[in-house]
């Protein structure tokens, strides 16, 4: 993930740096209330279900994402709440670095260069076919692009650092991320299913949610709805994808530019650490400190906890920001191209990770 | 057509930001400051 968004219109004129920061109280607020009412939820229905009542049993997670759902997809999200949702961000990243804490570094190591090989096939695979998709269907060529890089790489925020790269233009960009936002959401649902009905262990299925999953957000999500280790190589897994960003939107971007669309990119290395997500060096840092024997136990166990209350308000912004209409409304063929693209990808790590865990590889 | 949340610009460095917070968090943990984070 980077920091890079979609730029605003040079005519737009931003507010001082002291009013757009108190702009984001009342949506951060709204966030940790609809991950605070998740949890408090999930003890609620612990307390009835000791006493003979019935409650569904739903953890916290689901709480608050279904919460975050209903409020904004029955009702609409005021206004003023918005720049505060786009926080979610931050604690997602501040709950990643903090769970490295729970990471053997040599474990980091392991499993991340397994996971880099896997990546690899992934990417490949996935640009092809879905660039394949595209021209099958004849979508905006740079809409494909945006597709292909958001489904296999690392979601919106692979969007939103390709946009300006490739120039592409703003309603192919809002389409591409509405797209994988919806199917973001429908992995949620249905990846939990698949790992139950193939009896898939923690570590196998968190990797696939991982390597399958576009968005950090939905990857660690629908990892922690399948158990906490899940949720944990779920996000190793996704780490490793995302490092990959640099090298797949500068591939793009050189291609555009042969193409005459869109600029030269004339100093390659500083474009790749631009757009290199930084929170994993933080993550690479807690994860050693964790294993050098810097933390006791209890401290570690202490920064554990500490990453599941700041993904509460994290799980609360994927509900929030996620709008089921967008499946019909931004035309059926992104979503098909979408739809059968993320499938393939799906079936093919999901190949991937159980013929590394068939034969013992990752052991 | 309305821009999705996600596209908003965040005022600060969410990177940085994460990081710095998770630093400052494992050295108040270390320091004994914080003592104990239940969940």
Known sequence: ?363 | MESPTPTRKLAFNADAAAILIALTFAALIRLNVIHRISW
């Not at chain 1, 009412?37 to 569904?56: D, M, S």
């Not at chain 1, 136990?297 to 967008?326: E, H, I, Y």
Request: aromatic fraction near 10%; include cysteine; hydrophobic fraction near 55%.
């Open chain 1, 1 to 363: 993930m980077s920091a890079q968004t979609i730029p605003l219109p040079s005519a737009a004129r931003q507010p001082p740096r002291s009013q757009q920061l108190l702009a984001l109280i009342p949506g951060t607020l709204l966030l940790f209330a609809i991950g605070l009412a998740g949890k408090a939820l999930e003890t609620f229905g612990i307390f009835l279900r000791a006493h003979h009542h019935y409650f569904p049993r739903i953890e916290y997670v689901l709480w608050a994402i279904i919460l975050g759902l209903v409020i904004s997809n029955v009702f609409s999200v005021p206004a003023i709440f918005r720049p505060g949702i786009a926080t979610y961000e931050l604690w997602l990243k501040l709950g990643i670095v903090l769970v490295a804490a729970k990471f053997v570094f040599a474990d980091v190591l392991h499993i991340g260069g397994m996971s880099l090989v896997l990546v690899a096939i992934e990417l490949t695979m996935s640009l092809t076919v879905m660039t394949i998709l595209g021209k099958i269907f004849r979508l905006p060529p740079k809409l494909t692009s945006l597709l292909a890089i958001g489904s296999s790489i690392c979601g919106v925020t692979a969007i939103m650092a390709a946009q300006p790269a490739i120039e592409s233009d703003e309603q192919d960009t809002t389409t591409a991320i509405a797209a994988i936002l919806a199917l973001g959401a429908l992995a949620l649902f249905t990846f939990p299913l698949i790992g139950h009905f193939l009896h898939m262990g923690q570590q196998p299925y968190g990797i696939w949610a991982g390597l399958a999953v576009d968005n950090t957000a939905e990857a660690t999500v629908t990892g922690a709805l399948y158990g906490d280790l899940a949720g944990r190589m779920a996000i190793l897994a996704k780490t490793a994808r995302s490092a990959f960003i640099g090298f797949v939107v500068l591939g793009y971007a050189v291609y555009w530019a042969s193409q005459g669309q869109a600029s030269r990119v004339e100093r390659k290395a500083l474009f790749l650490w631009q757009k290199f997500p930084k929170f994993i060096l933080g993550f690479i840092a807690l994860s050693i400190l964790a294993s050098i024997g810097f933390f006791s136990t209890g401290q570690l166990t202490s920064l554990g906890n500490l990453s599941k209350w700041a993904f509460l308000p994290a799980f609360a912004g994927v509900g929030l920001r996620t709008r089921l209409r967008d499946l019909v409304t931004q035309g059926w063929r992104p979503i098909l191209v979408g739809v059968l693209g993320e499938i393939f990808i799906a079936l093919l790590t999901l190949g991937m990770v159980l013929a590394v865990y068939h034969h013992g590889a990752a052991q």
